[in-house]
């Protein structure tokens, strides 16, 4: 008996504070009723390429047209590049400081909209970030937007902008090659996928990825299988930053083009993130409608 009580005294104990957390939280808000002010916040990977802003300052653009009333909010989830960008005196916060402001400027709905590609480590890593702010009830509803390749309707969407993004002097006999990122994450197979899915379309239509598969070494097989010649290069990424301009069309033996070429296949390269093109962010965008539509 005696040792029941022990073990039922700490069990009892947690209740009680759990209770008087709840009751703490109420007393917090002084019980009075907060006006609807919703705000969206924006999060992406982020570059510190000055090139690369152009992407975001579309984005940005485009989504202060569609929903002029609503306040626009901004992060970057990758660490290195915001202390990057403040030694340069430009400051960006982390997912997480932009919704501590937003909660403590009184926003009560959060539309919060992924930039990211995939749904790899940074979306996930994002998703808990959300979820810490759901569950401190902060906001009256807080909800995150898929990535660029999502549902089916996205991934086909997603096949159409490809085809866009590839500029009309290429001949049908020449092959293009996306430069995807890639990840060690599960999700790494959207690229994969995507790239089944615009074969169907155009078999010459590759998509590589610069940290995932299928690498360089894969896409070059293929294309010497192939007996192509020429071929087009293009990121697939958000931004044409460090990768795009490095890893894909750099000079360094190890670029995309210094291996292809030495293979003898002529590379005509085109520096334009997915992000400077309408028709995926318009993608993005089909994403955060989504999510306001559940505001309503
Ligand atoms: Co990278």
């Not at 202060?64 to 992060?75: L, T």
């Not at 400027?105 to 994002?126: N, R």
């Not at 401190?136 to 995150?144: C, K, P, R, V, Y």
């Not at 994450?185 to 994969?192: D, Q």
């Amino acid at each position: 008996m005696k040792k029941m009580m022990k073990q039922l005294i700490p069990a009892v104990l947690a209740t009680v504070l759990v209770l008087a957390a709840a009751t703490v939280g109420v007393a917090g808000s002084h019980g009075t009723h907060k006006e609807q002010k919703t705000g969206i916040l924006l999060v992406a990977f982020g570059s510190s390429e000055p090139g690369a802003q152009v992407s975001f300052e579309n984005i940005d653009a485009k989504v202060k047209a569609a929903w002029p009333d609503i306040p626009v909010y901004w992060a970057y989830t990758s660490r290195i590049i915001r202390h990057k960008l403040a030694r340069q005196g430009k400051h960006l916060d982390s997912p997480a400081m932009a919704l501590a402001r937003m909660a403590d400027e009184q926003f009560t709905h959060v539309a919060v909209q992924s930039l990211h590609t995939i749904a790899g480590a940074e979306y996930h890593d994002l998703t808990r970030v959300v979820g810490a702010f759901k569950s401190m009830g902060d906001f009256d509803q807080i909800i995150l937007g898929h990535p660029l390749l999502a549902t089916q309707t996205a991934m086909e969407k997603a096949v159409d902008a490809l085809f866009e993004m590839i500029p009309e002097k290429r001949k049908k006999q020449e092959a293009v090659v996306f430069m995807g990122h890639g990840t060690h994450h599960p999700a790494n197979a959207f690229y994969p996928a995507l790239m089944f899915q615009a074969q169907q379309r155009d078999p010459l239509v590759f998509i590589g990825a610069v940290e995932g598969y299928p690498e360089i070494d894969e896409i070059h097989s293929w294309l010497a299988e192939k007996k192509i010649n020429t071929v087009w290069l293009l990121p697939f990424m958000s931004v044409a930053g460090d990768h795009a301009k490095n890893d894909m069309a750099g000079d360094e033996a190890d670029s995309w083009k210094s291996i292809l070429s030495e293979a003898g296949i002529a590379c005509h390269t085109v520096m334009k993130g997915t992000a400077e093109y309408d028709s995926f962010v318009d993608i993005w965008l089909s994403h955060l409608e989504e999510v306001l539509h559940h505001f309503d």
